[in-house]
């Protein structure tokens, strides 16, 4: 199976909420791959079972694949993840850098108003 296919029967997985069959899906996945899409959804994946610290490796190998890709959102993702293990300073500096940036798709301003409202709620 090319990723292409494994990544569409991770996604099958994970909306049928078997996320810990998706992560075996993902992990071949990004063992296979350099799209940052393969790794951002294996984050958000990872954060569905609660493992924060695994989430913040691949979000971060993701960003750094192709840094524009779904930016913001990726963002995001890593913030929550961060929060999540302790790592409130850091989860800050990446709310704050999402809530600079310039609207973009698919999520346009959305991702930037997130990110204000997790700073409200946590600086």
């Excluded at 694949?65 to 961060?82: Q, S």
């Excluded at 293990?85 to 850098?97: N, P, T």
């Amino acid at each position: 199976m090319n990723s292409e296919e494994l990544y569409k029967k991770a996604m099958e997985l994970e909306s049928k909420g078997e996320h810990k069959s998706a992560i075996s899906a993902h992990k071949e996945i990004v063992n296979k791959s350099n799209d940052p899409r393969h790794f951002i959804a294996f984050g958000v994946c990872l954060q569905k079972c609660g493992h924060w610290q695994q989430s913040i490796e691949v979000l971060e190998k993701g960003i750094a694949l192709k840094p524009h890709y779904c930016e913001g959102d990726a963002r995001l993702f890593l913030a929550k993840a961060l929060f999540k293990s302790g790592k409130k300073g850091l989860a800050i500096k990446q709310w704050q850098h999402v809530s600079k940036m310039q609207p973009e798709y698919p999520s346009y301003e959305s991702v930037q108003n997130e990110a204000k409202k997790m700073l409200a709620q946590n600086a």
